[in-house]
């Protein structure tokens, strides 16, 4: 998600997206759903964390900053409303 933002989105000026390529944008979108259907799946089982603890972590930490990146316009592919587990973690995490 953050890849395919920063190769798409040229807003934040040169010194920080340095290379402007729309195929590798829509090709790290791609990915970047085929890994979210793979983290929905994983909290399928009911779990709150991504790595099933009481309190979130790094990685829960690292989900969201993606979730937050899919909503905006560039990449227009906003996880938490393609994939009902992934939804449920944004919830929590923003309570």
């Known amino acids: 998600i ?3 933002f920063h190769v798409l989105h040229q807003g934040l000026g040169p010194k920080l997206e340095l290379t402007h390529n729309p195929s590798w ?3 790290s979108r791609k ?3 085929a890994h979210a259907a793979l983290v929905d799946r994983h909290f ?4 709150a964390w ?3 603890g009481d309190q979130p972590t790094f990685s829960d930490i690292t989900l969201a ?11 227009a592919t ?3 409303e393609r994939f009902e ?5 944004w919830q929590r995490w923003q309570t």
């Open 44 to 47: 399928a089982d009911g779990r």
């Open 78 to 80: 906003p996880l938490d």
């Open 25 to 27: 944008g829509e090709h």
């Open 2 to 4: 953050v890849t395919a």
């Open 65 to 75: 900053t993606a979730i937050a990146f899919s909503k905006y316009p560039v990449n």
């Open 31 to 33: 990915v970047a759903l």
């Open 85 to 89: 587990h992934i939804d449920a973690f």
């Open 50 to 52: 991504l790595l099933g």
